[in-house]
C-alpha cells in the first residue's frame, strides 16, 4: 500500500499544535515496534503523556495480528489495516446506566428479567432516563478506538528475516470511515519520513472543525481534503459529546431516506456483500441476534477481515443505537479475556459481539452461543473503504450464474450434506481447514428476503468491476436492513411522539406527558395490532417472541430512554415555540380563577427556565425575545387575579422582582444570580 503520488504535505506548521482542538478528533497517535526480546514496544506517542501506562499496554497487543492467524505472505512489504476497540478502565463502570439504575430502570419498566418487581402498573420511570442521561453526559467516553496500520516487511538480513510496526490512530470516535482513509495517507508517509509525518498530520487535524455528527465533512489533509459523511448523532453515545438537541424527533420514524450516502448508523461504509458474500442466507438470523443481544463469536482469517464483519453486523442494526459491547478485533491479552475465560459451564455468557483471528478462542470460549466464521485466508486483507459511490439504478451483467449460486446450488444434496457435517463438527472443525459458517442454535423469526437476494449481481470478472458490483449491493442490501430495522422499531412510535398544542388550547400550561410504556399492555395492543404489512409478509407466525426478547435485551432500553428523551426536548421546543407566537389575551377572558393561577405558576417557570439558559451561556438566538414576551404575559395574568392574591404573591422577593422589574442581582432559590431586565417603567425603593 503506498500513497498517491499526487498527495503532497504543505509548508512546515506554522502555529503551534492545540491540543484541545486535536482532542476533538485523535487522542493520539502511537507507534509501536515488535520487538523479538521484549515483545509490543512503544516507540512513540503524540502527544506525550496522552494514554495510561495500562491502556498502553492493551494498546499494544491489539496492534498487531496474531502470528496463528497469519499465513506466510512471500511478499517483501505487507500493508493492512485494522481497527480495535477497548474499554477504558476507570469507567468499566460506566456501560450506559450503574447497576443499580439498570435494576432500577428494569423494575420500573417491568422488565421479564425483574418478575418480583412490586410496582404497578409496570412503566418507565422519566426520573431514571433523566438520571441516567446526566449520568452518561457528566463522564469520559467509556471505549477507545484504535486505528491500525500495519507494516510487516520481510528482510532475510534482519533476525526471522523481518520485522514489524504499527501506526496506530487513537480516538474515543468511531469514525472509521475518517481514519481508515487517513491512515492510507499517514501510514506510508511515516514510513518515508518518520516522526515528522506524524506532527504534520496531527496539526491538520487540529485545525479541522469540531465533528459535525450526520453531516458530510471535508477535512484538508496537505493538499488533498478527505470528504465523509459521520455517522448521525442518534448512533452515537451520549458520553461522545453528542447532544440531544443534535438528534432529529423523527430519526426512528418508519420513513427511509432518499439520499443513501447519509449514514443512519455506525460504519456505514462496512462492506456488506464482500464480508459475508459466503452467508448471505444467514444474515437474517444475525441481524435478529444483535438487534436481541445475544453473544456472538466472528473467526475470520486476519485482522481486517475480522473488524470489517463486527463492523458491518452493527450497520445491519441502523438506526437503533447499538448498546451491545462490540469489539472489531479482540486478542487473549486484554483483561476482558481473562474475565470471559474464567466463565463457568453454565454461565450466561455477556452480551458482546468478539471478532477474532486466534483459534485458540474456539476452545476458550466454548459456551458462547453463536459463532460465525468468515473471509478466505487468499483474500486481500488490506481492503480499502469506498471511497466513492457508484450512482444508483439498474446494472446490466450476467445474474444468472449467481442467482443460481443463491437457490440452487445451496440447497443441492451435496450442498445440503455439507451442512449437516459442518453443523455436526462443530466450530472446531476450523482448526483443520477455515470455512464460511455460521453454528448456532438460534431458531429465526425472520425469513430471508429472495427477492432481494435475486437483485443482488455479482461480476466476477476482475476487481475493478467486482469493486462497482459490490457497490450496488451494499446499497441493496443497507436499505433493505435499514427498511426491517425501521419497520421493527416503528410500533414503539406513539410512546416516543411529540405532542403540541391543539387549536383553540392554551399553551402557557405545561405539555402533557408523553404516553407512559408498560411491557405487558405494548405487547398485548402489539398482538391485537399486528407487526404491520412490511414485516408480517417476512416473519413467521412466532414474530411476538422477538419483541419479547428485544425488550429483555441490551439495546431495547438506552436506545428508548435515548429517543424519549429527544422527543420530550421536541415537545419542549414545540410548546415554547407556541407560547411565543401566541397572545395569552385571547385566552384570558375565558379562564377560570384557578386556570389563572396555574397560568401563571406555568409561564413563571418557563421564564426562570429561560433566563437560567441565558445566564449559562446556553440560550438560543430568541432567548432574549422569549424573556421579554414571557415577562409580559406573567405581567398580564397577575393583573387579573384577585387583590389579596396578588399581595400574597409579592410576598415572594424574587416573584416581586419578576414583575416589577427590578436591576438588582436577585438570588433564586437553588439557581445562580440572574440579572432580571425591566418589564415596568417604575422600580421598587
Given at each position: 500500500?503506498?500513497r498517491s503520488?499526487s498527495?503532497?504535505?504543505?509548508?512546515?506548521?506554522?502555529?503551534?499544535?492545540?491540543p484541545?482542538?486535536?482532542?476533538?478528533?485523535?487522542?493520539?497517535?502511537?507507534?509501536?515496534?515488535?520487538?523479538?526480546?521484549?515483545g509490543?514496544?512503544?516507540?512513540?506517542c503524540?502527544?506525550?503523556d496522552?494514554?495510561?501506562?495500562?491502556?498502553?499496554?492493551?494498546?499494544?497487543?491489539?496492534?498487531?495480528?496474531?502470528?496463528?492467524?497469519?499465513?506466510?505472505?512471500?511478499?517483501?512489504?505487507?500493508?493492512?489495516?485494522?481497527?480495535?476497540?477497548?474499554r477504558r478502565?476507570?469507567?468499566?463502570?460506566?456501560?450506559?446506566l450503574?447497576s443499580?439504575?439498570?435494576?432500577?430502570?428494569?423494575?420500573?419498566?417491568?422488565s421479564?428479567?425483574?418478575?418480583?418487581?412490586?410496582?404497578s402498573?409496570r412503566?418507565?420511570?422519566?426520573?431514571?432516563l433523566?438520571?441516567?442521561?446526566?449520568?452518561?453526559r457528566s463522564?469520559?467516553?467509556?471505549?477507545?478506538?484504535?486505528?491500525?496500520?500495519?507494516?510487516?516487511?520481510q528482510?532475510?538480513?534482519?533476525?526471522?528475516?523481518?520485522?514489524?510496526?504499527?501506526v496506530?490512530i487513537?480516538?474515543?470516535?468511531?469514525?472509521?470511515?475518517?481514519f481508515?482513509?487517513?491512515?492510507?495517507?499517514?501510514?506510508?508517509?511515516?514510513?518515508?519520513?518518520?516522526?515528522?509525518?506524524?506532527?504534520?498530520i496531527a496539526?491538520?487535524?487540529?485545525?479541522?472543525p469540531?465533528?459535525?455528527?450526520?453531516k458530510?465533512?471535508?477535512?484538508?489533509?496537505?493538499?488533498?481534503?478527505?470528504?465523509a459523511n459521520?455517522p448521525?448523532?442518534?448512533?452515537?453515545?451520549?458520553?461522545?459529546g453528542?447532544?440531544?438537541?443534535?438528534?432529529?424527533?423523527?430519526?426512528?420514524?418508519?420513513?427511509?431516506?432518499t439520499?443513501?450516502?447519509?449514514?443512519q448508523?455506525?460504519?456505514?461504509?462496512?462492506?456488506?456483500f464482500?464480508?459475508?458474500?459466503?452467508?448471505?442466507?444467514?444474515?437474517?438470523?444475525?441481524?435478529e441476534l444483535?438487534?436481541?443481544g445475544?453473544?456472538?463469536?466472528?473467526i475470520?482469517?486476519?485482522?481486517?477481515?475480522c473488524c470489517?464483519?463486527?463492523?458491518?453486523l452493527?450497520?445491519?442494526?441502523a438506526?437503533?443505537?447499538?448498546?451491545?459491547?462490540?469489539?472489531p478485533?479482540?486478542?487473549?491479552?486484554g483483561p476482558?479475556?481473562?474475565r470471559?475465560?474464567?466463565?463457568t459451564?453454565?454461565?450466561?455468557?455477556?452480551?458482546?459481539?468478539?471478532?477474532?483471528?486466534?483459534?485458540?478462542?474456539?476452545?476458550?470460549?466454548?459456551?458462547?452461543?453463536?459463532?460465525?466464521s468468515?473471509?478466505?485466508?487468499?483474500?486481500?486483507?488490506s481492503r480499502?473503504?469506498?471511497?466513492?459511490?457508484?450512482p444508483a439504478?439498474?446494472v446490466?451483467?450476467?445474474?444468472?450464474?449467481?442467482?443460481?449460486?443463491?437457490?440452487?446450488?445451496?440447497?443441492?444434496?451435496?450442498?445440503?450434506?455439507?451442512?449437516v457435517?459442518?453443523?455436526r463438527?462443530?466450530?472446531?472443525?476450523?482448526?483443520?481447514?477455515?470455512?464460511e459458517?455460521?453454528?448456532s442454535?438460534?431458531?429465526?423469526?425472520?425469513?430471508?428476503?429472495?427477492?432481494?437476494?435475486?437483485?443482488?449481481?455479482?461480476?466476477?470478472?476482475s476487481?475493478?468491476?467486482?469493486?462497482s458490483?459490490?457497490?450496488?449491493?451494499?446499497?441493496i442490501?443497507?436499505?433493505?436492513?435499514?427498511?426491517?430495522?425501521t419497520?421493527?422499531?416503528?410500533?414503539?412510535?406513539?410512546y416516543l411522539?411529540?405532542?403540541?398544542p391543539?387549536?383553540?388550547?392554551?399553551?402557557f400550561?405545561?405539555?402533557?406527558?408523553l404516553?407512559s410504556?408498560?411491557?405487558?399492555?405494548?405487547?398485548?395492543?402489539?398482538?391485537?395490532?399486528?407487526?404491520?404489512?412490511?414485516?408480517?409478509?417476512?416473519?413467521?407466525?412466532n414474530?411476538?417472541?422477538?419483541?419479547?426478547?428485544?425488550l429483555?435485551?441490551?439495546?431495547f432500553?438506552?436506545?428508548?430512554?435515548r429517543r424519549?428523551?429527544?422527543?420530550?426536548?421536541e415537545?419542549?421546543?414545540?410548546?415554547?415555540?407556541a407560547r411565543?407566537?401566541?397572545?395569552?389575551?385571547?385566552?384570558?377572558?375565558?379562564?377560570?380563577?384557578?386556570?389563572?393561577?396555574?397560568?401563571?405558576?406555568s409561564?413563571?417557570?418557563?421564564?426562570?427556565?429561560?433566563?437560567?439558559l441565558?445566564?449559562?451561556?446556553?440560550?438560543t438566538?430568541?432567548?432574549?425575545?422569549?424573556?421579554?414576551?414571557?415577562k409580559?404575559?406573567?405581567?398580564?395574568v397577575?393583573?387579573?387575579?384577585?387583590?389579596?392574591m396578588?399581595?400574597?404573591?409579592?410576598?415572594?422577593?424574587q416573584r416581586?422582582?419578576?414583575?416589577?422589574?427590578?436591576l438588582?442581582?436577585?438570588?433564586?432559590?437553588?439557581r445562580?444570580s440572574?440579572?432580571?431586565?425591566?418589564?415596568?417603567t417604575?422600580?421598587?425603593?
Amino acid at each position: 500500500m503506498s500513497r498517491s503520488p499526487s498527495f503532497s504535505l504543505k509548508a512546515e506548521p506554522n502555529s503551534k499544535l492545540d491540543p484541545k482542538a486535536l482532542r476533538r478528533w485523535v487522542v493520539a497517535f502511537c507507534i509501536i515496534r515488535f520487538d523479538l526480546e521484549q515483545g509490543q514496544v512503544i516507540e512513540e506517542c503524540y502527544p506525550p503523556d496522552s494514554i495510561t501506562q495500562d491502556e498502553e499496554l492493551e494498546i499494544a497487543f491489539s496492534s498487531f495480528p496474531d502470528s496463528v492467524s497469519q499465513h506466510h505472505n512471500r511478499s517483501s512489504i505487507h500493508d493492512c489495516i485494522f481497527f480495535f476497540r477497548l474499554r477504558r478502565r476507570e469507567n468499566s463502570h460506566l456501560t450506559h446506566l450503574s447497576s443499580s439504575e439498570i435494576t432500577e430502570g428494569e423494575d420500573k419498566l417491568g422488565s421479564p428479567r425483574s418478575p418480583r418487581s412490586p410496582r404497578s402498573p409496570r412503566s418507565l420511570d422519566d426520573k431514571v432516563l433523566r438520571r441516567s442521561s446526566s449520568s452518561r453526559r457528566s463522564n469520559p467516553p467509556g471505549y477507545l478506538y484504535g486505528f491500525v496500520f500495519n507494516r510487516q516487511r520481510q528482510d532475510e538480513r534482519l533476525k526471522r528475516g523481518g520485522e514489524q510496526k504499527s501506526v496506530v490512530i487513537l480516538s474515543y470516535c468511531p469514525y472509521s470511515c475518517v481514519f481508515r482513509r487517513l491512515l492510507q495517507i499517514l501510514g506510508p508517509l511515516y514510513f518515508d519520513i518518520g516522526k515528522a509525518a506524524v506532527e504534520h498530520i496531527a496539526h491538520y487535524i487540529s485545525m479541522w472543525p469540531a465533528p459535525m455528527p450526520g453531516k458530510l465533512m471535508e477535512l484538508p489533509i496537505g493538499n488533498v481534503a478527505l470528504k465523509a459523511n459521520l455517522p448521525p448523532a442518534h448512533s452515537l453515545p451520549l458520553e461522545y459529546g453528542v447532544f440531544l438537541s443534535d438528534e432529529s424527533a423523527s430519526s426512528m420514524a418508519p420513513i427511509l431516506p432518499t439520499n443513501q450516502s447519509v449514514p443512519q448508523g455506525l460504519f456505514h461504509d462496512a462492506d456488506i456483500f464482500g464480508t459475508f458474500r459466503g452467508l448471505l442466507l444467514q444474515l437474517w438470523v444475525l441481524w435478529e441476534l444483535l438487534i436481541i443481544g445475544e453473544p456472538i463469536l466472528i473467526i475470520a482469517p486476519t485482522p481486517p477481515q475480522c473488524c470489517e464483519a463486527v463492523a458491518t453486523l452493527v450497520s445491519l442494526v441502523a438506526p437503533l443505537l447499538c448498546s451491545v459491547d462490540f469489539r472489531p478485533y479482540f486478542t487473549i491479552h486484554g483483561p476482558d479475556f481473562a474475565r470471559l475465560n474464567s466463565l463457568t459451564e453454565g454461565e450466561p455468557f455477556p452480551p458482546m459481539v468478539l471478532g477474532v483471528t486466534n483459534l485458540f478462542f474456539l476452545k476458550a470460549l466454548r459456551n458462547i452461543p453463536h459463532v460465525v466464521s468468515v473471509g478466505s485466508p487468499a483474500s486481500n486483507s488490506s481492503r480499502v473503504p469506498f471511497s466513492t459511490r457508484s450512482p444508483a439504478g439498474k446494472v446490466s451483467g450476467k445474474l444468472e450464474g449467481f442467482r443460481q449460486q443463491l437457490s440452487l446450488k445451496n440447497f443441492s444434496p451435496s450442498n445440503l450434506l455439507n451442512a449437516v457435517k459442518l453443523r455436526r463438527d462443530g466450530p472446531l472443525c476450523l482448526m483443520t481447514e477455515h470455512k464460511e459458517a455460521l453454528w448456532s442454535t438460534y431458531v429465526a423469526t425472520t425469513k430471508p428476503d429472495t427477492a432481494i437476494l435475486n437483485r443482488l449481481i455479482d461480476a466476477g470478472m476482475s476487481p475493478r468491476v467486482e469493486e462497482s458490483m459490490s457497490v450496488v449491493n451494499n446499497e441493496i442490501l443497507r436499505r433493505h436492513f435499514l427498511e426491517l430495522t425501521t419497520n421493527f422499531l416503528a410500533p414503539f412510535g406513539p410512546y416516543l411522539r411529540a405532542t403540541t398544542p391543539s387549536e383553540g388550547t392554551s399553551p402557557f400550561v405545561d405539555p402533557p406527558p408523553l404516553l407512559s410504556f408498560n411491557t405487558e399492555e405494548f405487547i398485548a395492543n402489539l398482538s391485537a395490532r399486528g407487526p404491520g404489512k412490511f414485516l408480517s409478509k417476512r416473519m413467521k407466525a412466532n414474530w411476538l417472541d422477538l419483541y419479547r426478547r428485544f425488550l429483555k435485551g441490551q439495546n431495547f432500553m438506552p436506545w428508548f430512554q435515548r429517543r424519549r428523551a429527544v422527543a420530550e426536548q421536541e415537545q419542549h421546543r414545540l410548546w415554547r415555540q407556541a407560547r411565543i407566537k401566541t397572545d395569552i389575551q385571547q385566552f384570558i377572558p375565558n379562564m377560570s380563577e384557578l386556570e389563572i393561577v396555574d397560568s401563571f405558576n406555568s409561564i413563571e417557570k418557563h421564564l426562570l427556565g429561560e433566563i437560567q439558559l441565558q445566564q449559562s451561556g446556553r440560550g438560543t438566538a430568541d432567548s432574549a425575545a422569549a424573556c421579554q414576551k414571557l415577562k409580559g404575559d406573567l405581567q398580564a395574568v397577575f393583573n387579573v387575579l384577585p387583590k389579596d392574591m396578588q399581595q400574597l404573591l409579592l410576598f415572594n422577593p424574587q416573584r416581586a422582582a419578576l414583575l416589577q422589574g427590578s436591576l438588582e442581582l436577585t438570588k433564586l432559590p437553588g439557581r445562580p444570580s440572574i440579572q432580571l431586565g425591566v418589564i415596568s417603567t417604575s422600580s421598587p425603593r
